[in-house]
């Protein structure tokens, strides 16, 4: 399970290791661009019910934490999924992969 640390928050925000690498992907483009935008999840189910959303901006301090020290393949059409959400009015939805074999790419991290 990796996490992510934003701003001053003193809650982990908790996510899938293999799903982090793909957010941090789209993440990381939007915002060296100076671009702002939403992220958006559904509680895990050892959580209580619900989804959070945080604003992320680019002056704000972001830090990922990954469980594994390898990383992992990368879809391509995941990230594509969650970069066209990015773009939208919206923001970043975290979608589940929808897995192609065919479509990994060799890890960006």
Do not use: C
């Not at 050892?46 to 830090?63: A, E, F, M, N």
């Amino acid at each position: 399970m990796g996490t992510i640390y934003y701003g001053g928050s003193d809650t982990p925000i908790h996510i899938e290791d293999r799903a982090l690498s793909h957010l941090k992907v789209v993440i990381a483009t939007k915002l060296r661009r100076g671009e702002s935008f939403t992220v958006s999840w559904r509680h895990p189910d050892d959580q209580p019910g619900g989804r959070s959303t945080v604003w992320l901006h680019p002056s704000i301090p972001l830090r990922f934490e990954f469980d594994a020290a390898e990383t992992p393949d990368l879809s391509r059409a995941w990230i594509e999924e969650l970069a066209n959400s990015a773009n939208s009015s919206g923001g970043i939805l975290l979608v589940s992969e929808h897995v192609e074999p065919s479509r990994t790419i060799a890890a960006l991290s």
